[in-house]
């Protein structure tokens, strides 16, 4: 006897089995109870989530000979001619091979015939977005007044290429991505009625790694049972999907937390020497970063977090030592990582500096993780502030500082070439307000107004330094640096030129630490 693959023969025969779709499932089923079927139907949703197989139920639901019921008996002959997919009944088109005003002109005059056994003529039309224009419009008079024994479901992956005059003869339903979790669930059925021996994690990684599509996960467990002989380990699955394991991404969290730069990158090494794409990881980490936020915000309450509940609790423990100031700050240092690798064309070197970039600092605080009251604490005394002068000093004199303070110009070429070293003090008093500090361009400087402007998409960057504890800290250091009163204002603009993404100075200082040079600034 062959072999039937997972996909098809845990494929859904009713309504009950339909898995992560209880909203659609839940108002078909009304709809026939209530015998208020709709002309046609358009099931719209990413791959592998049970559009085609909702239709086939649907079919079969009106068809079964115990008349439309929303449990079909699939015993009857007309039941299991659309489960094994030989209903003449039951017409599946695949509009991606049959998009043309030809083949639906002979749709219509197909239409007019009367089902040959149960009650009602169905056509399935598959991926329908890739109809022409021309076949949209043919259908058009068809589907507004076919004969009543005719039904159409249409399914698409993207719904915005059906031209509005089609959506809108249609009830459209909206098949959503599978949670994990649930995904999970129904491969652990699958691996017990099949004696897998599989172990629970594994089953995880696999429903993680198909982004909602339960059709995928179950072709990933296929080949999974197909390419180890006995128990199938997370080693298999990461062997041969590739993925990052979530005890990376707390590993290398806690690294960057500790800061320990050194063994950052060790960590990062070794993933992508296994294989690992470091794109992949990168978004693995991102989400990683989003999973901690959501455990902060909402203090375990982990409905948003689609991971098992073991996971869900090292979330919430690790976000303890992050603000949320500083989980922004290191989405936008993500952020920052993908439009180098853009500049650079390497992922991997833009993702190692901006690792370093989150887990070093001279002194404790200066990133992600550490607060600066603790770390004043562990390591001495905090930044020194400017002091009051304890004695006033006599009006006459402080009137003369002030005006030389007033006089004295700074060019921008000053201000340029401490840049760094700005950045790097900021750094060690507020390591947030200088990440997006450093994301600015020195725009000019006019009197002793320094402007600093930021991509027109940047504005989480701008409303951030104008907050006055920041402006007032960078202004402070500004006067430390040039002993001049100085202000800084901060504006936003479109996107920098490739001329002065040259000069921006982190891009600089990258090209020195590495001794590289863009090839391509587009």
Partial sequence: MSYTVFALKWRPKNFDEIIGQNHIVSTLKNAIQKNRIANAYLFSGPRGVGKTSTARILAKA????????????QKCPSCMEITQGRSLDVIEIDGASNRGI????????????????????????????????????????????????????????????????????????????????????????????????????????????????LRDAESVL?????????????????????LVEQDALFEITEK????????????????????????????????????????????????????PEELCVRLLKQSEAFTLEEIFSAFNIF???????????????????????????????????????????????????????EHPKKAEQQDKEEDSATSKLISLEEIKAAWLNIIERLGKVKMSAATYLSEGQLIKVHGNALTVSFPKNYSLHKESLEKKENKDLIERILAELFKVNMRVNFLLSQELSSKENRNDPFIRS?????????????
Avoid at 276 to 300: Q, S, W
Avoid at 362 to 381: D, F, I, L, Q
Wanted: aromatic share 6%; hydrophobic share 40%; with cysteine.
């Fill in 222 to 242: 296929d080949q999974l049972v197909s390419f180890s002989q006995q128990k199938i380990s997370l080693t298999d699955v990461i062997s041969v999907l590739g």
């Fill in 102 to 213: 030809d083949e639906i002109r002979v749709l219509r005059e197909n239409v007019k015939f009367a089902p040959t056994a149960g009650k009602y003529k169905m056509y399935i039309i598959d991926e329908v977005h890739m109809l022409t224009n021309e076949a949209f419009n043919a259908l058009l008079k068809t589907l507004e007044e076919p004969p009543e024994f005719v039904k159409f479901i249409f399914a698409t992956t993207q719904p915005n290429k059906v031209i509005p005059t089609i959506l809108s003869r249609c009830q459209r339903f909206d098949f959503k991505r599978i949670p994990t979790l649930e995904i999970t669930a129904q491969l652990e059925r699958i691996v017990a009625s099949e004696k897998i021996d599989i172990d629970k994690e594994v089953l995880f990684a696999v429903a993680k790694s198909s982004d909602g599509s």
């Fill in 335 to 389: 952020s920052n990582t993908q439009e180098m690798s853009k500049r650079l064309e390497s992922l991997r070197i833009p993702l190692e500096i901006n690792l370093v970039r989150l887990a070093h600092g001279k002194e404790e605080g200066s990133s992600p993780g550490k607060k600066s009251n603790a770390v004043a604490k562990e390591n001495g005394p905090p930044p020194k502030k400017i002091e009051v002068p």
């Fill in 62 to 73: 009106l068809n079964c000979i115990n008349g439309s019921t929303p449990n079909p008996c």
């Fill in 510 to 522: 990258a090209l020195e630490t590495f001794g590289g040079r863009i090839i391509n600034e587009e």
């Fill in 256 to 307: 960057i937390i500790n800061k320990d730069p050194k063994a950052t990158l060790m960590i990062l090494n070794r993933i992508i020497d296994e294989g690992k794409d470091a794109a992949v990881f990168l978004n693995n980490l991102i989400e990683h970063f989003r999973n901690l936020m959501i455990a902060k915000v909402t203090a375990g309450d982990f409905k948003l977090i689609d991971l």
